[in-house]
């Protein structure tokens, strides 16, 4: 089993990578390779996918990418390429938003996912993902959350409303947008 594996990117196709790490090209499929740059130093989060004649390795940038592809592939009939393709379109955040809130309209917009796939993972891990945990912040965004907690808002409410927040805009203009979405 593989944690992570960290080395430099190599050569990127449309459906892999090749990260070099210690003079050994790994063939890492990710969920979108254009994402990555050539001869870019980059760790991914690995996963290696056993099955009758076939043994795949696939990366993610975080932690949390893995964890929805390892609970994706859980779900029946839910295979790798199948939450590749969910995860490769999708922000960890809005697809566990969509399982929790039951938006199998937003899952069926995934190739290869279909009425019956979504309502499948809705049921498979609705309940099991913990919102307040899962929500992916940039460090702006986690001290703009900090001072929301300092001025009494749950993380709850919290979580709810980073999303919509542009974190390319001032940390001043961010608790404003905050703060004005935290009052609706």
């Not at 090749?18 to 050994?24: H, K, P, S």
């Not at 050539?38 to 076939?54: F, S």
């Not at 929805?68 to 995860?87: M, N």
Request: proline share 4%; no cysteine.
């Amino acid at each position: 089993m593989y944690e992570y594996i960290k080395g430099q990117i190599k050569d990127i196709t449309p459906k892999n990578i090749v990260l070099e790490a210690n003079n050994i090209g790994y063939l890492v499929i990710v969920p979108n390779p254009y994402a990555l740059k050539k001869d870019e130093n980059k760790t991914l989060y690995i996963h290696q996918y056993i099955r009758d004649n076939v043994i795949e390795l696939y990366g993610f940038l975080t932690k949390e990418e893995k964890e929805l592809f390892l609970k994706l592939i859980s779900v029946s009939g839910i295979g790798p390429k199948s939450a590749l393709s969910i995860l490769a379109l999708g922000s960890v955040n809005a697809i566990y938003e969509a399982i929790e809130s039951r938006n199998d309209t937003y899952l069926r917009k995934f190739p290869g996912i279909g009425p019956k796939a979504s309502q499948q993972i809705i049921l498979d891990l609705k309940g099991k993902i913990n919102l307040e945990e899962k929500t992916l912040v940039s460090s702006k965004l986690e001290e703009i959350s900090d001072a929301l907690v300092a001025l009494g808002y749950s993380k709850k409410e919290i979580n709810k409303i980073l999303p919509k927040l542009d974190d390319s805009e001032t940390e001043a203009n961010l608790i404003k947008q905050a703060l004005k979405l935290l009052t609706k």
